[in-house]
């Protein structure tokens, strides 16, 4: 995105009261030693530093409150960048009944659960 400042956004369509996994990929390398933040909705869920060697993830769950959520990238130092964005819902058990509005992945971990596991 070329913008002199603020945030621009992705609307994904959702069904109210549905939960849902939203991930955003950033490729490493795209400009270095640059940052921006990642927000859903204004609910901030993390940076993106492009001085990593590796292509960043950033990830959460959250249970829609509308029809739609907004996945925003929101400018700092230089123009926000985005490779693969992805919206998948998920079972209402997966949160187990919390009232969340946006839980974000810290770690992820392969305890050897089966192909189909999240």
């Given at each position: 995105f070329d913008i002199d400042e603020g945030k621009r956004?992705?609307?994904?369509?959702?069904i109210k009261n549905e939960v849902y996994l939203i991930r955003g990929i950033f490729p490493s390398g795209e400009l270095s030693n640059s940052s921006f933040y990642v927000t859903i909705g204004v609910t901030q869920l993390g940076a993106v530093i492009s001085s990593?060697?590796?292509?960043?993830g950033i990830?959460?769950?959250?249970r829609?409150?509308?029809d739609y959520i907004?996945?925003?990238l929101v400018k700092e130092e230089v123009n926000p960048y985005i490779s693969r964005l992805e919206l998948r819902p998920l079972p209402e058990e997966y949160i187990h009944g919390l009232p969340i509005t946006v839980l974000k992945l810290i770690s992820r971990n392969n305890l050897k659960g089966g192909e189909d596991d999240i």
């Open positions: 956004c992705y609307n994904l369509p959702t990593r060697l590796q292509d960043l990830e959460g769950v959250f829609a409150t509308k907004d996945f925003c």
